[in-house]
């Protein structure tokens, strides 16, 4: 028995890389089988699933946010069953091997993609033949893989997200990210891709998340793609795409816009609008198409924007960050994504270590510590303004707060807000719906000089739009000279206790 297996991040996620390689695997598929896990199951117990099936081979797809729970499960397995052949794959392994633990514990580590390459070690070592323990497998023509789409499972269609791609590799050259040591861009045959979307569809298919690079890379082949899912439209069918943020022509801007409202995302990379920055790492992009496409994007069609920022790039201090974070506020995405910098295994933002001053965690995720213009309390503010930013101004739930909370100076604000929350809460996570109501009120009718009767009616807006049942205490003192806001140190710290 061959297994292959990873551990997701989340329950609906499905691994497309898995499917891949069990597509593959030719004559030794019937004796392969696919387990996922979730990195919140205990080690132990994966252990215990995965002997279950008495495997003779175990392949892991190892990621940044899966390698230390996956050195566990492997290093318990080894201690076990010391016969078992354990391999590794998967963007974590495929650099830096001879630095990583659980590499230490693996009997082969396939560096690349493993479509071929792992059913043919697998193949080696069923018939006895010798293989090295690091293999490194070149990229596969695409028109002789086979594709996964088939072992998506009824219920993986019924709740889980289904990722795609109609093309691998980027063109471009960002150095944070590991695309940037691709050597093509290749497609797949379109004929033969929508027909498998054709298969997935009439099997109750409606959400596809696509992970192609570049979705608007090759604009024909995008339009052929928006129009075979435009004829299919029904009320359950969403998309999502990754765009390309200053290349958007007219064909591709009007099949955008016959979307209706909740059918499409797209996530549109600006990360810096520093030009010196995104020269320092060979990122090409022009910043007037960008807002102007942004623009067009949020006045012209239902699509639900999704715009990326990195903190913490090299070149880039405060100030700069500040001035890009203010810029795409004003262009109004619905979401943006402050991410912090981490170094990925083999990226060549490792470059700028010295010349930078670049330190990052040892650790997975590999976030930046500090940069020569970002010190480690800076950092440290700005991973905060990142956490509260996902919680307030992306969660949907302070639409009109956050108009007041912002005011003319967004970035400037909602960093006075998040060290004011910080220094009240102690917390980032676990923190309950009715009490950021609570904090939000305080410092906008606080801190923050708003007027109380304009905060409050505010909040009690968007607190009726969110249908939280948690009634927050500005609401429940309303009528009564809402005493109980002024108490925030007090209830601060019965918060604290009972969290």
Not at 230 to 244: A, C, G, M, T
């Amino acid at each position: 028995m061959i297994l292959l297996t990873t551990l997701n991040a989340r329950y609906f996620h499905a691994s497309l890389g898995l499917r891949y390689l069990l597509a593959n695997m030719g004559e030794l598929e019937p004796r392969t089988r696919l387990l996922e896990f979730i990195i919140t199951d205990r080690p132990i117990d994966i252990v215990e699933k995965l002997l279950a099936h008495r495997p003779r081979i175990v392949g892991f797809g190892v990621y940044i946010w899966n390698v230390q729970e996956t050195l566990q499960v492997v290093a318990a397995l080894k201690q076990i069953a010391p016969e078992l052949v354990i391999v590794l794959g998967g963007p974590e392994v495929s650099h830096e091997t001879g630095e990583q633990a659980i590499v230490g514990w693996a009997d082969h580590v396939i560096t690349g993609p493993g479509d071929w390459a792992f059913p043919e070690l697998c193949r080696q070592l069923i018939n006895g033949e010798p293989a090295g323990k690091l293999i490194h497998a070149e990229p596969p023509p695409l028109s002789r893989l086979n594709l996964p789409y088939r072992h998506y499972t009824a219920e993986d269609i019924a709740h889980r997200i289904l990722y795609v791609e109609a093309s691998r590799g980027c063109p471009f050259k960002c150095e944070f990210c590991l695309s940037a040591l691709d050597q093509t861009t290749q497609g797949y045959d379109l004929d033969r891709f929508l027909e498998e979307m054709e298969l997935l569809h009439e099997r109750g298919a409606r959400h596809f998340k696509f992970v192609d690079r570049t979705f608007n890379l090759n604009v024909k082949t995008s339009l052929r793609i928006l129009e075979f899912f435009l004829e299919r439209l029904d009320e359950r069918l969403f998309l999502h795409f990754e765009v390309i943020p200053d290349h958007l022509p007219d064909p591709l801007k009007q099949a955008l816009s016959r979307f209706p409202p909740g059918s499409l995302q797209l996530e549109v990379g600006v990360q810096t609008f520093n030009p010196e920055v995104q020269q320092k790492i060979s990122r090409k992009q022009n910043d007037e198409k960008t807002e102007a496409n942004l623009s067009w994007l949020r006045q012209h069609t239902h699509a639900h924007l999704h715009a990326d920022l990195i903190v913490g790039l090299p070149g880039e201090d405060l100030a700069s960050f500040a001035q890009g974070f203010n810029r795409l506020v004003r262009l109004d995405p619905h979401e943006i994504q402050v991410g912090v910098l981490k170094r990925l295994r083999g990226a060549p933002i490792a470059r700028h270590q010295e010349s930078c001053g670049l330190r990052f965690n040892p650790h997975p995720p590999y976030n930046i510590l500090r940069t020569d213009r970002l010190d480690f309390p800076t950092l440290q503010r700005l991973n905060r303004f990142a956490r509260y930013w996902d919680l307030v101004g992306n969660s949907g739930r302070f639409r009109q707060s956050k108009v007041l909370l912002l005011g003319s100076d967004p970035f400037g604000r909602f960093l006075d807000f998040s060290d004011w929350l910080h220094a009240t809460l102690g917390q980032t996570h676990q923190i309950a719906q009715d009490r950021l109501f609570d904090r939000v009120f305080q410092w906008l009718s606080g801190e923050a000089g708003v007027d109380r009767e304009t905060a409050h009616a505010a909040l009690a807006a968007d607190l009726h739009a969110s249908g939280i049942r948690n009634i927050p205490k500005f609401m429940q003192n309303e009528g009564r000279g809402d005493k109980g806001s002024a108490s925030g140190s007090r209830r601060s710290r019965q918060e604290r206790h009972l969290a």
